[in-house]
Structures are given as C-alpha cells and as structure tokens.
C-alpha cells in the first residue's frame, strides 16, 4: 500500500506540474489576446475621434491659413470644435493640432498639458497620411500620464494635400487598466505584465521595480512558454505581439508581455516534493483513524448549514443559530454565514425603506411640478386683474412672485444659469421689501465670467429667506445683505453676507438638536444635502457669524456638474 501510494504520488506531482504549465500558458495567451482585442477598442476610439473631428476639415484649414488670425482664435476655434463634437473627455485628455512648427491647444479640459517631441511629430509628417502614429508619452501639470497618437490632417478641397498634425492625448489610465485586468493577483505579487517595444524599452508596467530588469526581454520567443534565470531569479515568460494594433491603420508596435516566478508558480510541487515519503508511509495509517471522526464531524454541521441556506433561500428570514462548539473551521463558516445573512437582512430591509422613500418623494415632486404651474398662472391672472383695477403696486407684487415660481418650476429641469438664479433672488427680495419696507437694502454681485454658468436651482432663496428672518430681528437700523457670486479655480463660490445681528455657533448648524430648536433650518440642511449628492462631499455650505457683527454663508459648487 506504500509502495502504491508512493507511485501515485509521483505520477500526480509529474501530472500536476504539466497541467500547471500547459493551464497557466494557455490562461496567459487567451488574457493577452483580450487585451490586445482592448487595447484595439481603446485606440479605435482615437479613429472614431479623427474622423468626427476632421472629416470635413474645409472652415479648420481656411481659419489656419488666414495669416490674419491669432493664436487664440485658432485655439478657440478649436475647443468650439472639440465641445461641439461632444468628444469623451473620459478618454482624452487634450487633443491638439500641430500647425507651421506650432502647437494649437484644445483645452477642453483645461488642463495643462506638455507638448510632444518635435522630431517625434514630425515623423507622423513623414509617414502615410491614411495611418495612425504612436508619438510618444507625456505628462500634465500634476504629472498625469498620456499617450499621444498622431494622424495627418488632409485638405479636401481645391486639392487633396497635407495640412498638419492631429495630436490626441489618451489617458493612460485606459491602457493600464486594461493591463491590469490581464494580470491576476497572483502575478501582480510576484510577476508583472508590461508593454516592451522591440529595443525592450518598457511602455507600462504593473510592477516597475521588477520590471526594470532587462534579463527579463533578452531573446524572448513570441507565444512560447519561456523560463529564464535572472539575477533576481527565475521567471517563467510569455510575449505576444499585438497583432490587431499594428497592421494597415495602426503602427503601435508593442508586444505584450507576463511573467510570473517559477519558485511562486511550483511552490505547491516543492513542498510535495519534500514531504512525499513522510505523507505517504503516515498517511494510510491515519486515513483509516481519521477518516470516520473528520467525516462525520465535517458533514453533520455542514448539512445543518446547507439546510439554513436553502430555508433562507426560500422565506428570507434568518431561523437558525450557529450550532458548532468547537471553534475550528466549520464554526469559523457558520460564523461567517450567520453575519453574511445578517448583512443580506438588513440590506433588504433598507432596499424596501429606500424604494418606499423614493416613492414618497416621487409622488412629492410630482405635487410640486403641478402646483406652481397652476399657482403661477393664477398670479397671472390676479396681475392682470390688478392693472385693470389700476393698483400698480399689487401688480408689481404679484408679477415678482409669478416670475419667482416660474424659474423656481423651469420646465422640470434641475439646473439653471446663475443669472436666472440670481433673477429669481431678485424677485424673491422684491417680495420680502413690499412685506419689510424699511428693514433691508440689497447689492448684488455676479462676475460676468460665471452668469451663464449652470447650478443647481434654488440653493440661494433659502439663504436670503434665513438673513431676512433671523438676521435683522430687533435691529434698530436698516439691514444690508450682500449677494455675491465668482469664480475660484475649478468651483463656484456663491456668497450670502449680511450685517445683522448675528449669531455665535456653537455646534453644528445642522444638528438634530438646532433642526428641532428652529435654529439650524431645514432649508439650508436640504440645500446642503443637495450639493452634497450632486457635486461631492466636498462641497456644500460653511457659516462663519458673530454675534452683532453679522453672517456670511458661503456656498461652493464644482464648475462643471
């Protein structure tokens, strides 16, 4: 029983170490061949791009040999070009032209970036007017990494001729991506994938510092199971070409390439290697003893398990408890199976919560759509009521509050310019004055730069609804308010300032504790809620007051929602 156990052994480690090799090579090649199929998906996104931009490129070249136009306008031609062709900015970062020894940016996203290699450009000028280059990788300002392709662009008319360079800059997180999903966690410990041109000059690495080892690209063998000894040990190395993206339209000519550590890889073989004689001589006079004890006390809580998942299954409740006393593997399962259908309950439970909640609001937002839309024509109706009865003021009153409600409703739409929410805080002041005569002044301060801006509509009103109700109460002077709205660096700053009474904030302003006390106002949590969701964390509303001195609400918002 020895001897054939022993046998057995042997012919399964022989036969494990050949399916290891054959499985893993053929894992590789069929991940490698997905990846180069991506990356084909990736670049053709660069073609799709050319053509939709520069296809008809007659009012482009007449802008650009005009000697009469400036840098600027041919730029801002450009990033018309770029915004009106809705290109995706989640795969380009810049797109540029090179023109007469110049670069012409895009800058739709305005963002920075550097400018390719001349003498690299100038090889696309060279090449074959009908084929995509590969130039080379650059970086933004904030050290971002890009890979620029460029293509000519061809007049059409009065003649087919060369006119200049199109650069489209993709963002390099697209190809590592891709390459990373060709890398299991396994090799991404202790092996790499890497793009390696044929000098062996590296592209991209998912493990630089192993990577850097040039023994790695010496002599490799295209599709062939490769292993090699370096001095930082032995790897076993597979290298494809990427046949799809280098042919009559692409020149990008990489070949792919995974490694993985050989001792990683055989570890399970080494270590069978060692104990085969001790587990072969121990392990028939222990299979018998153990067989029956581990047997049983494996399958009887297993089955108990097995019987709970199938009852939660069907009725979706959690009925049993964890049966097993003895803290060892099946105690560690059922443990893990009791907290996964804990989680999985309460999951359902705020599931039915939240779907109730959004029927509830749906249904509220519903009301609110119809409301205003008969509330405004009404007021409509008064106003026009009140100018037959010749009562001016009445008329001035009820038109402010008709146009308040109907850029408050806007169609439904979520958004609205700054201008057209700074018209509504107009409207709604006016309103408030008629109520307060004699109690508030308002100055309104929108930087021209940011009037055509979109927001999120009504984040203001609430503000100026809370400066007029708490801020000049007992004040034995006319109030001010400040309404100012401007840009800084990538966000919107809407501010609301006034020099009323003021407060001195001792805990958060939208605590449960301030909300119930009347102090904090639902109104500025629900608009700060509002930004919250819609732009990030980030963003919302500050308050900075003091007692006697005044209020300062400050509201950020990104620039492009």
Known sequence: MFLSTLVILLVIRGVSKAKIETENYQSILERQDQFDQALLDIINRVTYSYLSLFDDSS??????????????????????????????????GEVMIYYEDDFYRGNFQNVLMSFPDISEVNLVASGSRDRLYFVSTVKDVVGKEYFVFGRQIVTMYPESDYFGIALFYLKADLVSNALLMLTTPMELDNGFSALVDASGEILFSVNPELSQNSEMYADLSLNNFVVKDTTVGKYIVVASPLERIYGTYYTFDYQVVSTLSYAILFQDIYQLNVYIIAIGSLSLILMVILVGIIAKGITKPLDKLITGLREFSRTKTKKREMTSDVRDEIYELEKTYDEMISQIVDLIDTNNLEMENKRKLELYALQMQINPHFLYNTLDTIAWMAKLKKEPEIERLVLALARFFRISLHKGDKYIKIEEEFDLIKNFVEIELARFPE????????????????????????????????????????????????????????????????????????????????????????????????????????????????????????KAH
């Open 439 to 558: 109690l508030f002044t308002v100055t309104y301060e929108l930087d021209p730069d940011v009037a055509k801006v979109e927001t999120l509509k009504l984040i203001l009103q609430p503000i100026v609804e809370n400066a007029i109700k708490h801020g000049f109460v007992g004040l034995d002077r006319v109030g001010h308010i400040f309404i100012r709205c401007f840009s800084k660096e990538q966000d919107i700053v809407f501010e609301v300032e006034d020099d009323g009474i003021g407060f001195d904030p001792t805990e958060d302003l939208f605590s449960e504790k301030r909300l119930l006390d009347g102090l904090g106002g639902y109104g500025l949590k629900n608009v700060d809620e509002r930004i919250k969701l819609e732009y990030g964390r980030e963003y919302g509303i500050t308050v900075d007051s003091k007692k006697n001195q005044g209020t300062k609400v400050r509201i950020t918002i990104r």
């Open 59 to 92: 009012d482009l070249v007449e802008l650009f040999q005009d000697s009469k136009s400036t840098l600027t306008e041919r730029e801002t031609y450009l990033n018309d070009l770029l915004l009106e062709s809705e290109i995706d900015s989640d795969t380009f």
